[in-house]
């Protein structure tokens, strides 16, 4: 004679059991910092780490890569027209004035160091922006925001924040007017 | 992907014969090739020839993952509790000495701990795990319950065992004679002697009816 069938056993529960078997409620803080169950486990494995940052980087050396060729397409580019931006005897020696070249670029400032010299900058300060302002009996162009101090001559950095040079404006005397004839963009 | 549900693991320590095949075909696995994870057990060697063997019983309140400090053994929601994961796993020893099954198995050349995980990758995809596909007489089984009720009329399964004042179930079911109660006090049987002894007297049947045939 079988003998009767008992109850079958009980299945484990899908949820880890704290060994006291007492309900999640009255369990320590701990526990839920550091669960058992696998799914609960949402720490970044070592892999997913690592996929990331290649990802990551991978994405950054396609986007340089993208800046290169665009750059490299659009070098290319002509100048801008010559443009007469101001009459030689408009501008006393040591003084200076702001255009536009192309016509709606960001302001561009030309200062007369001499008789027969003109140099153009672009206006804006590289560290921040600001408008620079003429020193020319220093020889240097200066932005009061913070304290910057290009040299007149190059356009170079010389002093304070800023590190690149002001891109400079290419000008020409003819006839008595000044003309704009391009932008030299610079190297750094 | 889970374990099917249908599918469970059968130990049953009365058919084990001590052949190793266990042992052989668990360190064949690809997972962790060359060391198994099986303990097979002598219960009294000095007077019997019985043998246990013991695979992960995957409890539902696992004390190897109690005790890990760092965090490295984790309990999939099948209820299967995995191997250390290996970036974590900081070789302290603390599931070995922890477990009440002597299951984890620490590997000091690799710095990790590696332990059965009821052959995730084959149970996984419903196939069985490699010391059940080898046992010859079906000491470790997996299949489903009805088929082993079927072929085991004698015995039922029990997955609750009792440490002092803590209950442990496990994913994996003993198979126990039809009338054992229904929890393994497990301290209370260590201090019981072993019942190798009685076997072994008896074994050419002097004192029974085999003597007479």
Known sequence: MMPQERSPVTPVESQTVPPDRRPDAEQPKWRRDFPIDSSQDDY????????????????????????????????GAPAPAARPIARVDELPVGGARTFEYPP??????????????FVAYDQQCTHLLCPVIPVVDEGRLR?????????????????????????????????????ATGVEVSAS | MPVPDRYEFFIDPGRCIGCQSCIQACAECDTHKG?????????????????LPVVCLHCDSPTCAEVCP??????????????????????????VLACPFGVPKMNTGMGLMMKC????????????????????????????????ARLRPQSRPINTFQFGAQTIRTKVNLMA???APDVVDVTAAMF?????????????????EGHDA
């Open chain 1, 44 to 75: 970044v494995s070592r892999r997913e780490l690592v996929k990331f940052m290649a990802l990551t980087s991978g994405a950054l050396v396609v986007g340089q890569v993208w800046l290169l060729i665009k750059s490299v397409l659009e070098g």
């Open chain 1, 104 to 117: 709606g670029s960001p302001p561009r400032l030309l200062v007369r160091t001499g008789p027969e010299t």
């Open chain 1, 143 to 179: 932005c009061p925001c913070h304290n910057g101090w290009f040299d007149l001559a190059t356009g170079r950095a010389v002093a304070g924040p800023p590190r690149r040079p002001l891109p400079r404006i290419l000008v020409e005397v003819r006839g008595g007017m000044v003309y």
């Open chain 2, 35 to 51: 060391q198994s994870m099986i303990q097979l057990d002598y219960m009294d060697r000095a007077q019997s020839t019985q043998t």
């Open chain 2, 70 to 95: 760092a965090d490295a053994i984790k309990r999939t929601e099948d209820g299967v509790v995995q191997s250390a994961r290996k970036p974590r796993c900081i070789a302290c020893n603390n599931c």
């Open chain 2, 117 to 148: 995980d009821m052959c995730y990758d084959r149970t996984s995809v419903g196939l069985k795990p490699m010391c059940a596909s080898v046992c010859p007489s079906q000491a470790l089984a997996f299949g489903t319950r009805e088929e082993m």
């Open chain 2, 177 to 179: 004679p039809r009338e």
């Open chain 2, 192 to 208: 019981e002697p072993t019942i190798g002894h009685d076997v072994l007297q008896d074994v050419f049947g002097e004192s029974g």
